[in-house]
C-alpha cells in the first residue's frame, strides 16, 4: 500500500524559507511523478511544483518560479520542496502527491500547513 506524508510546515515571516519533504512508501516509484499542490482557504488546488522520480525533470507554477525548488533523495524515497523569498501569498495547506507519468495523481498526504507572516 502506497503512503504518502509530508513533514516540515510551519510559521515563517515574508522573505523567509521553509523545507517541505514528502516521504513515499509502499512501492517502486521510478516510473511516476511526485506533485507538490496547496490550497488557501477559500481558493481551489492551485499546482506549485512536480517532479519526475526518474530523470528529475521539474516543472513548476509561474507563481513560485524561481522561489521554489523541488528535488529528491532516490536512496530516503523523499522529495524535497525548497521554499524560499516566501510571500504571505503562499500560506496554504501544501500537499504531496503520487502518481504515475501522465496520468492523475493517485496517492495524497494529509497535508502541511504553510503560514507566512507579513
Given at each position: 500500500?502506497?503512503?504518502?506524508?509530508?513533514?516540515?510546515?510551519?510559521?515563517?515571516?515574508?522573505?523567509?524559507?521553509l523545507r517541505l519533504a514528502c516521504a513515499a512508501s509502499g512501492r517502486t516509484f521510478s516510473?511516476?511523478?511526485i506533485g507538490w499542490?496547496?490550497?488557501?482557504?477559500?481558493?481551489?488546488?492551485?499546482?506549485?511544483?512536480a517532479i519526475v522520480w526518474s530523470g528529475?525533470?521539474?516543472s513548476y507554477?509561474?507563481?513560485?518560479?524561481g522561489r521554489f525548488t523541488v528535488s529528491r533523495d532516490n536512496a530516503k524515497n523523499t522529495v524535497y520542496l525548497q521554499m524560499n523569498s516566501l510571500k504571505a501569498e503562499d500560506t496554504a495547506v501544501y500537499y504531496c502527491a503520487v502518481g504515475r507519468m501522465g496520468q492523475a495523481y493517485d496517492y495524497?498526504?494529509?497535508?502541511?500547513q504553510v503560514t507566512v507572516s507579513s
Amino acid at each position: 500500500q502506497v503512503q504518502v506524508v509530508e513533514s516540515g510546515g510551519g510559521s515563517v515571516q515574508a522573505g523567509g524559507s521553509l523545507r517541505l519533504a514528502c516521504a513515499a512508501s509502499g512501492r517502486t516509484f521510478s516510473s511516476y511523478t511526485i506533485g507538490w499542490f496547496r490550497q488557501a482557504p477559500g481558493k481551489e488546488r492551485e499546482f506549485v511544483a512536480a517532479i519526475v522520480w526518474s530523470g528529475g525533470i521539474v516543472s513548476y507554477a509561474n507563481s513560485v518560479k524561481g522561489r521554489f525548488t523541488v528535488s529528491r533523495d532516490n536512496a530516503k524515497n523523499t522529495v524535497y520542496l525548497q521554499m524560499n523569498s516566501l510571500k504571505a501569498e503562499d500560506t496554504a495547506v501544501y500537499y504531496c502527491a503520487v502518481g504515475r507519468m501522465g496520468q492523475a495523481y493517485d496517492y495524497w498526504g494529509q497535508g502541511t500547513q504553510v503560514t507566512v507572516s507579513s
